[in-house]
């Protein structure tokens, strides 16, 4: 088949894909950036029709008549691409004046070959010649004829640079719509260069062919990538005045925008940036890998720790996602309100140690995490000795004052992973995790001895406390036999040893005292 013949079918069925192609963009309204898409597979397919009928044209005028039709498409089709490229690199439309100047030389150029026989600006001669039955032609290029071309390279080599860029960002991945994108301009920019130099057999225009593979590589992008447009989310003034963070990822998790509330909060957010993995960044990482569709992040700031809630919204199309919205608003206050609450629901408002109820919970949870570890673990009950006698002597502000000392006494002498809570009046519960009976007895000693030495004023006077403490380990009962309750009972029991044989003593429980301590009732 003669290489011009197979051309003329070829142009056929590119024109006929290029329709096709219009058409299904026509029920995909709903889908980012579908609007410049729509608008280059339209005149594309005009332009190529065209071409077409200007190849198989039998006179001259025909040649004329094919000539300015592709016109009415080909212009149209570097505005297409400059629109495209405009949204993904500013994340808006243009302004009517910015649309009026990306459109301005389309029209003229149009205008001019429309009216060329009257001042030959676009094209100053033609020259036709026959091949193979075919009435080819050869233009000379008019003086304005360089403007169009200048339009055409502008849109090619934004094109590589727009797309490059965010390419290279994304790690130089070719799974990734830039990479498609990249190459949608780079093989049209080729094809044009090959035909203005005449390296094409018969002067045969090769951007049809060009123009396909760009058509292609953009229906990959959107359609394939689903690459997504913020602009098809909200307007650009809604996006700016959100109060809350917004930060919007495609279905790969490539930062496609960001709102300045967000920006604010997060340094990394910043134009060039736009493109890249969320990953790459460690909020971002964390933010990514958070399957809750609501969840408490906290950030340090320059006042402490502040809290960000997140809630993530799937951005669908159809049954696919095609990205993911984060919107965040701080509730530092708001926690900060909880964190009090739930320390309020937790600890005794005079001592600061936990109460009766937290302090069995944490017993229960101890107990639990040293018997799955084979771990030993003791309990100390701490009660003062006469207390009475300082509240009714010396009244319940100083004893309020002996009580918050004797609690702050403890906590000196115990290890980070302790335990103490107030259990009721002047009682004490002490919880040592790791240890044995004899190592929690010895710490009771420590104790004692710290609480004698402390120092409480009431006007003039000095006032000294004791304490009794009695011990209980887990390493004295059988498994069976170890819960709080029983903990707490045998502990309490060796406390009223204690306080039987004097007070201001460290009493071990041991078996025999349970006899004793029921003798002794």
């Known amino acids: 088949m003669d290489i011009l013949r197979f051309y003329s079918y070829l142009l056929v069925v590119i024109g006929t894909i290029y329709v096709g192609m219009f058409l299904y963009s026509l029920t995909k309204r709903d889908t980012p950036l579908i609007s410049a898409f729509s608008l ?4 594309s397919a005009v332009y190529i029709f065209g071409t077409t009928f200007q190849l198989n044209a039998d006179n001259i005028e025909q040649v004329l008549f094919g000539q300015k039709l592709k016109y009415f498409g080909v212009p149209f089709v570097p505005a297409a691409w400059l629109l495209f490229m405009y949204r993904i690199h500013f994340r808006r439309d243009p302004s009517p004046i910015g649309r009026l100047l990306l459109f301005a030389v389309p029209f003229l150029t149009v205008f001019l070959v429309a009216t060329n026989e009257y001042h030959h600006l676009f094209y100053a ?3 036709t010649f026959m091949r193979s039955d075919y009435l080819l032609t050869r233009r000379v290029p008019g003086p304005l004829y360089g403007l169009n071309m200048a339009y055409v390279y502008l849109a090619i080599i934004a094109g590589l640079y727009v797309f490059g860029k965010a390419w290279i960002k994304s790690g130089w991945a070719t799974d990734n719509p830039y990479f498609w994108l990249f190459l949608g301009r780079l093989v049209p920019g080729v ?9 094409t057999p018969g002067y045969i225009d090769l951007m049809p062919v060009g123009h396909l593979f760009a058509a292609i590589t953009y229906a990959v992008a959107i359609f394939h990538y689903k690459l997504i447009d913020t602009k098809s989310i909200f307007s650009r003034e809604i996006f700016s005045e959100i109060k809350e963070g917004l930060i919007v990822v495609d279905h790969q998790n490539l930062l ?15 134009p060039d ?27 340090p700031g320059d006042e402490g720790l502040r809290y960000y809630e997140f809630r993530r919204t799937e951005l669908m199309e159809g049954s696919d996602s095609v990205g993911r919205v984060y919107m965040f608003l701080d509730i530092t206050e708001k926690q900060d309100m909880i964190d009090k609450l739930n320390h309020m629901a937790d600890h005794d408002s005079l001592t600061g140690v936990y109460n009766r109820r937290k302090t069995l919970e944490e017993i229960e949870r101890l107990l639990q995490s040293t018997a799955e570890n084979h771990q030993a673990a003791a309990l100390l009950m701490l009660d003062l000795d006469d207390f009475k006698v300082v509240n009714d002597r010396y009244g319940h502000q100083t004893g309020d004052e002996v009580l918050r000392g004797i609690a702050e006494a403890c906590k000196q002498e115990l290890r980070a992973g302790d335990l103490i809570g107030r259990y009721g009046g002047e009682e004490f519960v002490i919880v040592l995790p790791q240890s044995s009976s004899r190592q929690a007895e010895a710490c009771g000693e420590r104790i004692c001895r710290h609480i004698a030495c402390v120092p409480f004023h009431c006007g003039d006077e000095t006032v000294h406390v004791t304490a009794s403490i009695g011990v209980c380990g887990t390493d004295m009962l059988s498994k069976q036999a170890i819960t709080a309750d029983r903990l707490i009972q045998l502990a309490d029991e060796a406390l009223y040893t204690a306080k039987h044989r004097g007070k201001n003593r460290v009493q071990l429980w041991v078996p025999a005292q349970s006899l004793l301590h029921e003798a002794l009732d």
């Open 40 to 43: 280059l597979c339209l005149a």
């Open 125 to 127: 001669g033609l020259h």
């Open 191 to 199: 094809l044009l260069a090959v035909y203005l130099l005449g390296w």
């Open 256 to 270: 496609v925008d960001y709102n300045e509330a967000a920006q604010e909060v997060f340094s990394w957010l910043a």
């Open 273 to 299: 940036n736009r493109g890249k993995p969320l990953a790459r960044f460690f909020e971002g990482r964390q933010i990514a890998e958070n399957i809750q569709p609501q969840f408490v992040m906290s950030l």
